[in-house]
Every structure is written in structure tokens, then in C-alpha cells.
């Protein structure tokens, strides 16, 4: 539903029992899924035109949550994209709220490429149109995660048809679950609180390619874990990634 400020989206979305993991909540997967669904939505309702060899993707994302929605529950996430900055990079924000209570906010950033040379290019902006919301914006910009050379192996995921989406690429999305899946079961039990997750995008991975998964050991009393991937076939860093924890 489009509510009373311009170029601002908004979607409810009930927080069904195929959306809520072993905590009986809507965790980290859930959110992200939810949040690349109501930008989507978005750019459909403001009729945002690329061309026909260019699609959008992430680059960057940080998403914080005071409380994660539980089965049953209905959030509310808004949408909207600041005036740009460059030429090739874009910064969407949205807030997640249930009823008044604001639970969660996000940024992310985006670009385009061209599909045939898999290259950001700088999209048409008279295409783009008067997309963008002046009166109200996040200062935050998410952080590049730099890459660590001493992280060490925890998990290797083959590249399946049930991660790519239409692009033919792994879903950003994905890359969370895979943290999440090599993470040991009793710390996912256990009194440990997810609190911000910060993603960059380096490189894409496609059908048949092997990510493994490294991990850097947190450092002593600091609540922040960093997983990273790189891609078996030649060693190509493709994601960066830092777990907040409380």
C-alpha cells in the first residue's frame, strides 16, 4: 500500500509459520526476503525503467533490529530512495515496524549492470524519473567489510538452481543463509541475540560454482563476527559479512 508521503512504499507482510525458525521468530533470512520484496514492489509502483541488457543489484547492505517478529505477528516495512549521490551507486532506506513501534531499519545500496558484460553501468536518469524522497533519509551509508586474509574455513556450499533468482546469479538473500546454516546449532539456541547485520557484495557466483565459507575468530570480549566467501574455482572473494551479537 502507498501511503501519504511521496516515493514512499509500504507492505505489510504476517509473519507466517514458514517464516519463523527454531526461536519461533521471523530471523535474519526472513527480514532480508522481506525487505528485497517491498523494494521490488516499490520500483514496480513508480514505474522505474531500465534497459532491456540491465538489472539492478546490491552492493552494499546494513540492517539493525531491536526485536525480531514473532509467528503471527504483522510488521510494516517503508521504503524509499534517497537523491542519489554518484552516477552508479543508490542508496535505498526502509524501517520495519510493528503497529508504532519501530523494530528495525536498513540501507542498502544498489547499482546497475549490464547483463551481456556483467559491469555496473550508469543508468539513464531521465528513465529513472522523479524517484527520489527528499524529506526524509537515513545517514547512514553501509561500511565496506574489509577482506581478511586470515579467516579460516567452516563450510563449503555448492551452488544450486533453488538459490539463483532471475538474474541467474545467487540471491543476496542466500548468502545469509549460508552463514546462518554453518553456524553451530547450540549457539543458534542458545542466549545469543542477532542485533545488526552488515553485507558486502564483491562478486556474483552462479549454478555449478562452490563458495566456502571462512570465518574470522572474533576477538576476545568483542561481540562482532566476520564470515566471508570466496569462490572455490579461482579464489575470488564474492562476499564480505559482520554479525553483531548481544
Known amino acids: 500500500m502507498n501511503d501519504n508521503k511521496p516515493h514512499t512504499w509500504s507492505e505489510d507482510y504476517k509473519i507466517a509459520s514458514y517464516f519463523v525458525n527454531l526461536r519461533g521468530r521471523a530471523g535474519l533470512y526472513a527480514i532480508l526476503n522481506f525487505i528485497q520484496d517491498v523494494g521490488w514492489m516499490h520500483a514496480r509502483q513508480m514505474k522505474v525503467q531500465l534497459d532491456p541488457n540491465q538489472a539492478w543489484v546490491f552492493t ?3 540492517l539493525t533490529m531491536d526485536a ?29 515496524s510493528i503497529g508504532d513501534k519501530k523494530i528495525g531499519e536498513c540501507t542498502s545500496t544498489f547499482s546497475v549492470i549490464d547483463m551481456n558484460t556483467r559491469k555496473m553501468v550508469a543508468p539513464d536518469q531521465k528513465k529513472l524519473g ?15 567489510i574489509q577482506w581478511q586474509a586470515e579467516a579460516q574455513e567452516v563450510a563449503q556450499f555448492q551452488v544450486r538452481n533453488s538459490d539463483l533468482d532471475m538474474n541467474n546469479h545467487v540471491n543476496n538473500t542466500k548468502y545469509a543463509q549460508w552463514i546462518l546454516d554453518a553456524i553451530p546449532l547450540d549457539i543458534l539456541k542458545g ?21 566456502n565459507l571462512q570465518m574470522l575468530k572474533p576477538a576476545e570480549n568483542t561481540k562482532l563476527t566476520q564470515f566471508q566467501g570466496v569462490r572455490a574455482a579461482d579464489g575470488k572473494p564474492v562476499f564480505t559479512a559482520r554479525l553483531h551479537t548481544t
Open 60 to 62: 552494499r547492505q546494513s
Open 68 to 96: 525480531w517478529p514473532k509467528w503471527n505477528e504483522t510488521i510494516t516495512i517503508k521504503t524509499w530512495i534517497r537523491p542519489p549521490v554518484s552516477d552508479v551507486f543508490f542508496f535505498r532506506d526502509y524501517e520495519i
Open 130 to 144: 522523479a524517484v527520489y524522497r527528499e524529506d526524509h533519509n537515513r545517514s547512514e551509508a553501509p561500511e565496506k
Open 191 to 211: 542466549d545469543v541475540h542477532l542485533q545488526k547485520y552488515e553485507v558486502n557484495f564483491l562478486a556474483e557466483t552462479v549454478s555449478g560454482d562452490q563458495v
